[in-house]
C-alpha cells in the first residue's frame, strides 16, 4: 500500500469518528424529546403531520402494537411502489414513456425498497420513470431507512425503563427520524452534491452530437420487424452511423443524498455511483462514502447517552470500527496486488502513487483503487449496496471482503438503526455466554438476560444464515437458477452466493456476472429480503417489551462490565466466530478455492 492509500483510509476513518459524537448527541435529543434549535423550528410540522394522521403522540405502544404499526405502514409502502411500477406509463412526469414494468420486478423492487435493502434488478435510466424514481423509490428510502431507527430506539427503551409495558409510539419515532433527522442531513448534502455536478432536473434526456462518428453493423429489419435473412440463412446486415448520444437525466441528486444517509444504496442511475452524473468527481466521492456510515456510527453515542452511559456506545462503536478497518486492510491491498495471472505474463500492475496499476477492471480511473476498495468496505459494512466499482472484477479475496462483512449480518456499522439492533442481539449473546462461564446470571445494562431474550436473540442471529444459505443451494441445484450465471465454476458460485448474501442481509450490492432480473430471482430474492428485515425487527421488538418489564439490577461483584477493552475483544470475538463457522464452508467453495486456481495458473506459467 501507498503513503496516499494510508492517507485516504486515515482521513475517511478519523473524519466519520469525529462526526460520531455531535451527532450522536442531537439525536439523543431528539428521541429524548430535548428541545434542540432544529425542533423549535420543524415542532409545527411534527404537530401538523400527527393532527392530519389522526396520531396522538403522547399514547405509548405495547411491543406488540408497535410491530403491527411497523408491519401495516411497511406493507402499505410496498403495495405503493408496487402499484407506481405497474401503472407508470399512464402517470404523469415520464418524459421517456417508459413501460410498465413486469409483475416479478415490482415485486421484487417493492420488497427491497420497503426493506431497506435497494437491491436492484433493472436499469434505472431505461426502467423507471422520474414519478416511481421520486414518489416510490426516493420516499421509500426515508420512510424505511426511519423504520429501523424507530425499532432501535424502542430496543433502547426497554433497557431504560422498569416493569412497564409500553415502549414508546411508532408513527412518532419514525416521525422524528424522518423529519429531524433525515430530511435536514437529506436537504445539505442533496445541495453539496448538485454543486458538485449531480444532475437534479425534470428535463427530458438530452441529446449530445458525438465528436466522432460511430459505426457499427446489426441485423436488418423488414416491415415486420423480423431480421432479413440472405439465400444462406445468414442475417442481413447494415451499417449503422450514430453522430448522437442520449444522456440519462432527472432528479437524481435528491435520491441519492438519502440513498447514502438512510444506508438504502438503490441508484438513480444503472451503474449506481460510478455514473458521473451521480458520483462526478473524488469531493463527490468521499462526502457520499462518509454519509453511508454517518447515522449507523452517530447512533452508537445515541445509545450510550439514552442508557445513561456513553462508555457503552464507544464499546459498541470500537469493536464496529476495528473489525471494518481489519477487512478494509484485507481489500485494498488485495485489489493493488492485481491478478498474478496477469503478471506472469508480463503486465505491469505496480501501484503508484495516482492509484494506477494493480486490479483496475471495473473501477474508475477517477477514484482508483484505494477509492474503490475502500467504498466496497463501507457500502457492505452498511446496509448500503451503493457501489462506485463492480464488485464482480474484484479480485477473489477483494471481493470476498464486502461479501463476508454482509454474511457477518451487517452489524459491522450496518443499515440505520438495523445495525445497532442486530449488535446488541450479538451484545446479548456475549454477555450470555460469559455469563455462564463465571456462574452467573447474564445481565447486559442493568437487566437480566434470561431464556426468552436468547430464544429472540437467537432466532435474529441464525434467520439470515438460513435464508442466505437456503437460496444459494436451492438456486444452484435447479435449471432456472443456474441458467442465469454466466460465469462457471467457483466465480459462478461465488457470484449466486453474493446476491443471497446481499438480499438476505439487506445490503443490496451485487456480483454483476449474475442476470437476476429473472421470475426465479426476483420471488427468491424478494422473499429473502422480506424474511430477513421482519424475522429481525419483530424479535428485536419482542426484547424490547421483554426487557422493559423487568427491573433494573444492581450492579455486583459478578458482573461483567460491558465497556471495558476485555468485552470489545468478547464481542467481535462472537460476531466473527458466528460468520466464521456459518459461512467459512461456503466461501471455500467460492472466492477462497478461485483464489488457488488465480495463484494456480500464475504459478504454472
Known amino acids: 500500500m501507498t503513503s496516499n492509500s494510508f492517507f485516504q483510509i486515515a482521513l475517511y476513518v478519523?473524519?466519520?469518528?469525529?462526526?460520531?459524537?455531535?451527532?450522536?448527541w442531537y439525536m439523543a435529543r431528539v428521541y429524548e424529546d430535548e428541545p434542540v434549535w432544529l425542533n423549535r423550528v420543524l415542532a409545527p410540522f411534527e404537530a401538523l403531520i400527527y393532527r392530519a394522521s389522526g396520531v396522538n403522540p403522547k399514547q405509548e405502544m405495547r411491543w406488540m402494537d408497535y410491530a403491527i404499526a411497523m408491519l401495516v405502514f411497511n406493507l402499505l409502502g410496498f403495495l405503493t411502489v408496487f402499484a407506481l411500477q405497474s401503472w407508470q406509463a399512464f402517470l404523469p412526469?415520464?418524459?421517456?414513456?417508459?413501460?410498465?414494468?413486469?409483475?416479478?420486478?415490482?415485486?421484487?423492487?417493492?420488497?427491497?425498497?420497503?426493506?431497506?435493502?435497494?437491491?436492484?434488478?433493472?436499469?434505472?435510466?431505461?426502467?423507471?420513470?422520474?414519478?416511481?424514481?421520486?414518489?416510490?423509490?426516493?420516499?421509500?428510502?426515508?420512510?424505511?431507512?426511519?423504520?429501523?431507527?424507530?425499532?432501535?430506539?424502542?430496543?433502547?427503551?426497554g433497557f431504560t425503563r422498569r416493569k412497564a409495558d409500553i415502549i414508546g409510539n411508532f408513527w412518532v419515532d419514525m416521525t422524528r427520524s424522518t423529519l429531524y433527522i433525515l430530511m435536514p442531513l437529506s436537504l445539505v448534502l442533496a445541495l453539496v452534491l448538485v454543486g458538485q455536478g449531480v444532475v437534479q432536473t425534470f428535463s427530458p434526456y438530452q441529446s449530445v452530437s458525438l465528436v466522432e462518428t460511430v459505426s457499427y453493423e446489426q441485423p436488418k429489419l423488414g416491415v415486420d420487424g423480423v431480421a432479413l435473412q440472405d439465400a444462406a440463412g445468414k442475417p442481413v446486415m447494415e451499417t449503422v452511423k450514430v453522430k448522437e448520444q442520449t444522456v440519462a437525466v432527472g432528479p437524481a441528486a435528491s435520491q441519492v443524498a438519502i440513498k447514502q444517509l438512510g444506508t438504502n444504496g438503490g441508484g438513480f442511475f444503472n451503474v449506481n455511483s460510478a455514473h458521473p452524473l451521480e458520483n462526478p468527481t473524488p469531493l463527490s466521492n468521499f462526502l457520499e462514502m462518509l454519509a453511508i456510515l454517518l447515522i449507523p456510527a452517530a447512533l452508537c453515542y445515541s445509545f450510550g447517552m439514552m442508557v445513561g452511559d456513553t462508555r457503552q456506545g464507544w464499546a459498541i462503536l470500537?469493536?464496529?470500527?476495528?473489525?471494518?478497518?481489519?477487512?478494509?486492510?484485507v481489500a485494498v491491498p488485495a485489489e493493488q496486488s492485481g491478478n498474478p495471472a496477469l503478471a506472469a505474463l508480463g503486465v505491469d500492475q505496480s501501484v503508484n502513487a495516482d492509484q494506477t496499476g494493480g486490479n483496475m477492471e471495473g473501477k474508475e480511473t477517477r477514484f482508483g483503487i484505494t477509492n474503490s476498495a475502500l467504498w466496497a468496505v463501507v457500502t457492505t459494512a452498511a446496509s448500503n449496496g451503493s457501489v462506485?466499482?463492480?464488485?464482480?472484477?474484484?479480485?477473489?479475496?477483494?471481493?470476498?471482503?464486502?461479501?463476508?462483512?454482509?454474511?457477518?449480518?451487517?452489524?459491522?456499522?450496518?443499515?440505520?438503526?438495523?445495525?445497532?439492533?442486530?449488535?446488541?442481539?450479538?451484545?446479548?449473546?456475549?454477555?450470555?455466554?460469559?455469563?455462564?462461564?463465571?456462574?452467573?446470571?447474564?445481565?447486559?445494562?442493568?437487566?437480566?438476560?434470561?431464556?426468552?431474550?436468547?430464544?429472540?436473540?437467537?432466532?435474529?442471529?441464525?434467520?439470515?444464515?438460513?435464508?442466505?444459505?437456503g437460496g444459494t443451494a436451492l438456486a444452484v441445484m435447479v435449471d432456472v437458477g443456474k441458467s442465469s450465471v454466466f460465469n462457471p465454476g467457483a466465480h459462478g458460485f461465488s457470484e449466486v452466493l453474493y446476491a443471497f448474501s446481499s438480499a438476505g442481509n439487506n445490503n443490496g450490492s451485487a456480483f454483476g456476472g449474475l442476470s437476476a432480473n429473472t421470475p426465479f430471482y426476483n420471488a427468491m430474492l424478494g422473499l429473502a429480503m422480506l424474511f430477513s428485515r421482519y424475522w429481525l425487527a419483530v424479535p428485536v421488538l419482542a426484547i424490547a417489551g421483554s426487557l422493559a418489564a423487568k427491573k433494573i439490577v444492581p450492579t455486583g461483584p459478578g458482573t461483567l462490565p460491558t465497556h471495558t477493552p476485555l468485552f470489545v475483544v468478547l464481542l467481535i470475538g462472537t460476531v466473527l466466530m458466528v460468520g466464521a463457522l456459518t459461512f467459512i464452508?461456503?466461501?471455500?467453495?467460492?472466492?477462497?478455492?478461485?483464489?488457488?486456481?488465480?495463484?494456480?495458473?500464475?504459478s504454472a506459467k
Open 318 to 329: 470500537a469493536a464496529m470500527t476495528l473489525v471494518f478497518v481489519a477487512l478494509i486492510f
Open 93 to 157: 412526469f415520464n418524459p421517456q414513456n417508459l413501460p410498465n414494468v413486469s409483475a416479478d420486478s415490482s415485486f421484487n423492487t417493492a420488497a427491497s425498497f420497503a426493506t431497506n435493502t435497494n437491491w436492484q434488478g433493472y436499469g434505472g435510466e431505461t426502467t423507471m420513470s422520474y414519478l416511481t424514481q421520486m414518489l416510490g423509490l426516493t420516499v421509500q428510502n426515508f420512510v424505511s431507512a426511519a423504520a429501523g431507527m424507530a425499532v432501535l430506539v424502542a430496543l433502547i427503551r
Open 14 to 24: 478519523i473524519t466519520l469518528l469525529a462526526l460520531a459524537k455531535p451527532l450522536g
Open 388 to 469: 462506485n466499482a463492480m464488485h464482480d472484477s474484484f479480485t477473489p479475496i477483494g471481493g470476498m471482503a464486502p461479501m463476508w462483512l454482509m454474511q457477518l449480518g451487517e452489524v459491522i456499522f450496518g443499515g440505520v438503526g438495523s445495525g445497532l439492533y442486530g449488535m446488541i442481539m450479538f451484545a446479548i449473546v456475549a454477555v450470555f455466554v460469559s455469563g455462564l462461564m463465571i456462574g452467573r446470571t447474564p445481565e447486559y445494562l442493568g437487566k437480566k438476560i434470561e431464556a426468552y431474550e436468547m430464544k429472540m436473540a437467537a432466532i435474529t442471529i441464525l434467520i439470515p444464515p438460513l435464508v442466505v444459505l
Open 585 to 602: 464452508p461456503a466461501l471455500a467453495l467460492g472466492p477462497i478455492v478461485e483464489h488457488l486456481q488465480m495463484i494456480g495458473v500464475a
